[in-house]
Each structure stands twice: as structure tokens, then as C-alpha cells.
């Protein structure tokens, strides 16, 4: 199982994972943002280590990206006996990861997540890849970094939009967890975030997610519940980039959970009160998707192109309450445009 370290220090932390680790060689990865912004409270721990600089974002977790890094892991004369450090987001944690995962068959690898949204999704629970033939993260491997070090020193150069997109994977967590975690987090003043109480929570939404990925690596059961929200989060998603109006990936997944709660109040009787408050958190804080009703047959083909699908049939994860959870739910269409309308109207 993966470390999880959770630490205030974490110049000493990296020496000391250097230090029992006992590679050949070290190398870093960052993007040319975290380069500038998130090294710097490392770099002393990493001095003489080389580094591998990529382009920043989504768009650049290419093929051509990923050679990129595995000939700058030939460059610095890596061997199976070496150690990568990952220093971004899911960008850089997801393609240094499948570098690692592959490069002469695997060496090991830590993640140091510098967003909220790497820190409490991508970071953690072995999914690593990169996106080809236009479709996101469709070449990958499970494989768990030795080592995920979390230290929210880095949220404080993080932007208020990209707090907001790693929150709504928290409000998941919080849906998947129980009654009182899923309270706290609809009533977090988000605006105005409270770094210290926002740590506590980033903990506690990763141990969260921790639990759920020990118990089923692989995802062939519980660990569906983490797409709550993404099914039609994702549809969202494409929608927007393709219409040319993309948004962060945390907006999509915000929209995608109050469909999906609307939903499960209709199909699964999940309580009415508590998803008009789970909404009314969503829409005040991350507003409502640019779409109209001429564009849910396209989010409708959106969602059956889903991979998580089989048999033809969308498969939602869906709760009867905070913390039940029910998995391949199957919802009729007209279900599905009364949840967007509600959305849009709430
Ligand atoms: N992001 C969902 C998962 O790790 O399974």
C-alpha cells in the first residue's frame, strides 16, 4: 500500500525518502508552472538532482510528452534502481507516473501533488496515463508511487478557480463518506477557504479515497463510487471544450454531481432537503454550465460513449443517502433531461 505522508516539513521529508529509498540515481519532474511557483519550497532538498521541465495542462499529456520524459530518464542514465519525483498536478503526476510505470519496466516513484485537485484525486490510488486519439487517459497503467507527500504550503499560490475544481472532488468524498462529513462540506465557506481547516479536510477526503482504492485497486467494484458526478461530469466536460468554452475539471464534476443527485432523489429516494442544499452549494459557488436544452441529446451521446459503460446501458453510480451508495444504476433518458433541466433552473 502506499504511504500517504502528511507533513509541514517537507524539505526533511524528501531527504529522508532519498535517504531510505538509497536510489543511483534521482531525477524530478515538474511543468513549466510548477517549476517556477511549487519547486522552490523543495529545491533544497533536491540540490544536483537534474530536473525534466514539460508544458503545463491538460493538452500536453501526450505521447510526445511521455518521450520527452523517458529520454530524460535515459539522459540522467536512470536504472531500475532509480527514483522519479513528480512535483505538479494530475497532469504531472498522471504522465510521470506512466513514465515511471513503464521506463525499463517500472522504478519507483514518489508524488509531491501541488493542486487541491491532484492532492485529494490524482495523486492517490495508482492510476497513471496519459490521453491519446482524443480521448482523456485512454493509455495507462495502475501502478502506486512508493510515496504521496501532502503539504498544503502549496494551495497558498494556488487560485481561488483551481481550489474550487479540487473542492468538488472533496464535496464527492464527503457524499461518499457519511451524513456529518457530507454537512461539513456544504457548509465550508469556500469563498473565503480556511487553509488550516481545508487541511484537515484534504486529510481526511484522502483517507477517504485511501479506503476506497485498498479494497478494490483495480475497479471492479466499490471503487466505482469514485465516478459519482463524473458520468455526467465528463459529458459536461467534453461538451464545453469541444464548443470552446472549457472549464476546469472540478466545475464539470460539481454540475455532474447535482445531476446525479437529482437522480437519486427521483430513483432512490436520497433525501430531497439534503440535495436542494448539495445544489444550492454548487450553483453558488461554481454557477451553472453554459448549456441549453438543444444540447442534452449531445450530453446524452456523451454519456453512452462513457468507458465505465457495458452492455449499452449508462452506468451511474447513485446514492440512497450520503455514505449509500449504489453502483450501475441505470436511469431512463427522460430522468437524465429532467435532472439537466433542474440543474439549469435551480
Ligand atoms: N479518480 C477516480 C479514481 O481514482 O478512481
Redesign the pocket.
Known sequence: MQTILYTNNIIGDVRAIIERERPDRVVLLTDETTHRLCLPLVSEALANVPEIVIPATDVNKTLDTLQQVWRGLQDAGCTRHSLFINLGGGMVTDLGGFAAATFKRGIRFVNIPTTLLSMV??A??G?TGINFGGLKNEIGAFCDATTVIINTEFLRTLDAENIRSGYA?MLKHSLLGNDEMWRRHVTFNLAEPDLVLLQQMVRESIEL?QR??TEDPH?RGI?KA??LG?TVGHAFESFLMHKGTPVLHGYAVAWGLAVELFMSSAQLAFPTDKMRQTVRFVTDHFGRPNVTCDDYEALYALMQHDKKNTAGHINFTLLGAPGDIRLDQHVDKELIFDALDFLREA
Open positions: 484525486d490524482a492517490v490510488g492510476k472532488e479515497k476506497v482504492v475497479e471503487r469514485l465516478n463524473h
